[in-house]
């Protein structure tokens, strides 16, 4: 079972040009599934059946798994299913009459446009490091990249000149995005302040750097915009992707139009898109309740 996983996982690699972050996802979900199938004293996954996948589904409620997480655990059973079948190493698909568990949307936490400011003035000082964690701050904002975007940012990526740069999200997907002046004045600044002392003598392609003069990693963003937050007095949990539901959010409720929302953010289905306009209602709603005389 390990080296058909192994097998699995090599084909996403090759055949579906997957990211490094969703072969994490896909590798954990399935870890638990094998792990789980042998526990049952299988003999081989031609025995694996509905029922079986159901229980399994059922373990990952017993452990506390969110609706979300296992739907999306459902995902990565399913594309293993259909590879073993694929490739002749089983006869059915057993999850193919499995349903994902149901879940209510959340409705994606954002800032308000006060609260971003304060966030992207945090880093106020000149010290390298305040002028790099403006620039990125100030990009993420501009552009609602999403966090392994922003550190994957390369030099060559930039065209500061005409106010864009050049994103490649999910599946290597390519996409222009324009950043504005606010956040092209912050990274003129970053290149020519900050970048040169973190870079030292080593080459490097990336635009954001660490302390040893290497690419910043998602984890290292993490840890900086939650400093961030912390020091601009903001009492809400700020998370890289709160800058980005920010940013869809805003342009909305300033009239921008859904399809150029939807390329902007990279999103494949515009529904992914519309979650931003149940935000704007919702906005609407509480603030009729609070100002009308009869809300």
């Not at 922003?150 to 065209?159: C, E, F, I, N, T």
């Not at 940013?247 to 953010?265: C, E, I, K, S």
Request: hydrophobic letters at 40%; proline letters at 4%; charged letters at 25%.
């Amino acid at each position: 079972m390990d080296q058909t996983l192994d097998n699995f996982l090599n084909f996403l690699v090759v055949e579906k040009g997957l990211s490094r972050n969703t072969l994490d996802a896909y590798g954990r979900d399935l870890a638990r599934y094998v792990t789980f199938l042998k526990e049952q004293k299988l003999e081989s996954l031609e025995a694996v059946n509905s029922p079986l996948v159901l229980r399994f589904l059922g373990r990952l409620k017993e452990w506390g798994l969110s609706p979300r997480s296992r739907a999306r655990s459902l995902v990565s059973l399913r594309m293993f299913h259909k590879f073993l079948l694929n490739e002749g190493l089983t006869s059915a698909n057993p999850t193919e009459l499995v349903t994902a568990p149901k879940s209510l949307q959340a409705l994606p936490r954002t800032l308000s446009p006060r609260e971003v400011e304060k966030l992207l003035t945090a880093p106020c000082g000149e010290r390298w490091i305040d002028v790099r964690d403006r620039a990125m701050l100030e990009i993420l904002y501009a552009t609602g990249l999403r966090v392994s975007e922003l550190v994957g940012l390369k030099l060559s990526d930039l065209q500061l000149d005409v106010g864009y740069l050049m994103a490649f999200g999910k599946r290597s997907k390519e996409r222009i995005v324009p950043m504005g002046e606010a956040a092209a004045t912050a990274v003129r600044v970053y290149l020519a302040q900050g970048r040169p002392q973190l870079a030292r003598d080593k080459t490097t392609p990336f635009l954001f750097l660490n302390r040893s003069g290497n690419g910043l990693t998602r984890q290292g963003f993490w840890k900086i915009i939650k400093r961030r937050a912390l020091e601009s007095g903001i009492c809400k949990n700020i998370t890289p992707h709160t800058l980005r539901h920010s940013f869809a959010t805003h342009l909305l409720d300033n009239g921008a139009d859904l399809r150029a929302v939807q390329a902007m953010l990279g999103h494949a289905d515009i529904s992914t898109t519309q979650i931003y306009t149940h935000v704007t209602r919702e906005r609407l709603k509480k603030l009729h309740q609070q100002i009308h005389p009869r809300g």
